[in-house]
């Protein structure tokens, strides 16, 4: 058996985010208290295993959530930007079911194709710069463990594409709760296993 590399892919706390916008790459989005205790509840987790790189999307709520996993394991947080949150023409507004930006007719042009998607950055883009985070991680830790801390559609992206699964999907039917663990497990090279967990609870 080759020597066994974990990368856990960790999506970010819950975000305070009181006008229910589509955030995206919009900086200072900050995790809630819900959100803190969420990553603290990741830590706790991750404190006994054998991790020794911590990386995180640059935007704020993915390091704020790393915070407390670097410090458990005494790491700094590097940054990827790789990891960092998808492409999206709603980003700032509102796009609940019912109202927000999905009403108004001059948006509709965006979700003419929902297997790409057309409204932002498509699966494939997103899949090959995960993957690539994913190796970097996996070189790096080989024989140990390393997080990488994202965000939900890059994370449930990358876990399709290198479990050998169709990229589009229902957005409904991810497995990937705020503040979720889902850890690839390698022998080798290979990807051997995909575990997923919520720490704090689903």
């Not at 856990?8 to 589509?22: A, C, S, T, W």
């Not at 705020?178 to 967990?197: H, K, M, N, Q, W």
Request: charged fraction near 25%.
């Amino acid at each position: 058996m080759a020597e066994e590399t974990r990368i856990h892919l960790i999506r970010h706390g819950e975000v305070f985010n009181p006008d229910g916008i589509l955030y995206g790459r919009i900086p200072g989005f900050r995790l809630s208290d819900t959100g803190r205790g969420q990553a603290v509840a990741a830590a706790e987790m991750l404190a006994d295993r054998d991790i020794v790189a911590v990386i995180a999307s640059p935007l704020q709520r993915a390091q704020e959530t790393a915070a407390p996993i670097a410090a458990r394991h005494n790491l700094p947080i590097d940054t990827d930007e790789n990891l960092i949150e998808s492409t999206n023409v709603f980003e700032g507004k509102r796009v609940s079911p019912g109202d927000g930006a999905w009403r108004n007719p001059r948006f509709w042009w965006h979700l003419r194709n929902p297997l790409r998607p057309t409204w932002g950055e498509s699966y494939d883009q997103i899949a090959a710069r995960m993957a690539t985070a994913v190796d970097k991680a996996r070189f790096r830790a080989a024989g140990h463990e390393a997080v990488c801390v994202s965000h939900q559609l890059p994370v449930w992206t990358v876990r399709q594409y290198l479990s050998g699964h169709r990229l589009w999907h229902d957005p409904r039917r991810r497995q990937c709760d705020v503040g979720s663990v889902t850890t690839l497990i390698y022998d080798g090279d290979r990807l051997a296993d995909v575990e997923y967990r919520v720490p704090a609870g689903g």
